[in-house]
């Protein structure tokens, strides 16, 4: 059965059909990254009309490199929730007005469920419970995954996601935007024992994540603690600037898969889970990968492929097909929600 999946939950128009939940039958993401990219951050109301300008050329690309017509749709799946409002409404508006037109069934999708999602499509035999982490622009969630259908939120991030202090300390080491990427290509040029950043464990047995400190460890560097100094960023060297970038990014690793750890132990996973933008991260996959390696018994680690951690439509039709299959349509009525219900 063919799902057309669509999503638009912050600055990427995405569009694809999926079969059977795995069968990638096209995949087309419209990215916006230069139109924010002055800003150095996604501008809601230029998301918004990107979106509308994006929403069908995106889907009817989706559905020729598919090469499906609407009677070879089986449902419309649609993420409506968390993002931004003015952002999600394109999406769920064009999927209701394709459920109603072609008579099909609509699937709303938690746009965070559907990150995990990205990391077990392709898993042959998954183990379970699962501790899974998303790593995103907007999100930082630990989950207890025992169904694709009700992941179990354990913690989340008290203030900054990850994916938004790397991108906030990027504009701070004036690295292009997007940051993540940035931050990724300067480190490896970089000593990650360079500057020991705060690593903010909240607590012995917290699950939850903050990040404001490290970022303002970073910019308190830069311009000296009272603040009144100028960015010493333009007459930093290369070096000191790929220095900065490592430990920072050292800080972040650290505290996400320590969590992790902690959230696996806590649940008796049996596997780890890792999705959203930030998991493109080699050094992120690299340290889970070894954590999970060293644990005991040790854990099996499915990273969503690099092409499905930034947001795209195929995990949203993946995700759909487990709801499908259990009869959880929504109807006409479906809003955006900013936040996850
Ligand atoms: O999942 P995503 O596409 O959008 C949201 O749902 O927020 O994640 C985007 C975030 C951005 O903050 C971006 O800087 C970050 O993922 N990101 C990375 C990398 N690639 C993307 N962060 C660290 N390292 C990367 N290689
Ligand atoms: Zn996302």
Not at 157 to 165: F, K, P
Not at 190 to 198: E, M, Q, R, V
Not at 245 to 269: C, M, N, P, Y
Not at 293 to 298: F, G, I
Request: charged share 20%; aromatic share 4%.
């Amino acid at each position: 059965m063919n799902i057309l999946g669509i999503e638009t939950s912050c600055d990427e128009t995405a569009a694809a059909v999926v079969a059977d939940g795995r069968l990638v039958k096209s995949a087309v993401v419209a990215s916006q990254a230069k139109l924010h990219e002055k800003y150095g951050g996604v501008v809601p109301e230029i998301a918004s009309r990107a979106h509308v300008e994006n929403i069908y050329p995106v889907i009817k690309e989706a559905m020729e490199q598919a090469g499906v017509g609407n009677d070879d749709i089986d449902a419309i799946a649609v993420a409506n929730q968390p993002g931004l409002t003015v952002a999600l409404v394109v999406g769920v508006t064009a999927a209701k007005t394709l459920s109603f037109a072609w008579n099909k069934p609509l699937i709303a999708i938690n746009h965070l469920h559907a990150h995990l999602q990205s990391a077990i499509m392709s898993a042959d035999g998954l183990e379970l419970p699962a501790a899974a982490l998303i790593v995103s622009g907007g999100h930082t969630s630990l989950y207890d995954y025992r169904s694709p259908l009700e992941p179990r939120l354990l913690g989340s991030t008290i203030d900054d996601a990850a994916g938004e202090a790397f991108d906030k300390v990027a504009t701070i080491l004036k690295l292009p935007y997007p940051g993540g990427p940035s931050i990724e290509k300067t480190a490896a040029d970089g000593d990650p024992d360079a500057i020991k950043f705060p690593r903010s464990m909240l607590g012995r047995d917290s699950l939850d994540f903050s990040f404001s400190g490290v970022k303002t460890a970073v910019l308190y560097h830069c311009r000296g603690q009272n603040m009144k100094g100028q960015n010493k960023v333009d007459s930093m060297g290369r070096k000191e600037i790929a220095d900065i970038a490592a430990s920072f990014q050292a800080a972040v690793v650290e505290v996400l898969v320590k969590k992790t750890q902690r959230a696996a132990k806590k649940i008796g996973a049996k596997t780890v889970l890792l999705g959203g933008g930030v998991a493109a991260n080699s050094a992120l996959r690299a340290t889970l990968q070894e954590m999970c390696a060293e644990m005991t018994p040790p854990k099996k680690l499915l990273v969503a492929p690099k092409q499905y951690c930034t947001d795209n439509a195929v995990m949203v039709a993946s995700l759909a097909y487990h709801r499908f299959k259990a009869g959880l349509y929504a109807d006409l009525t479906l809003e955006p929600r900013a936040s996850s219900e």
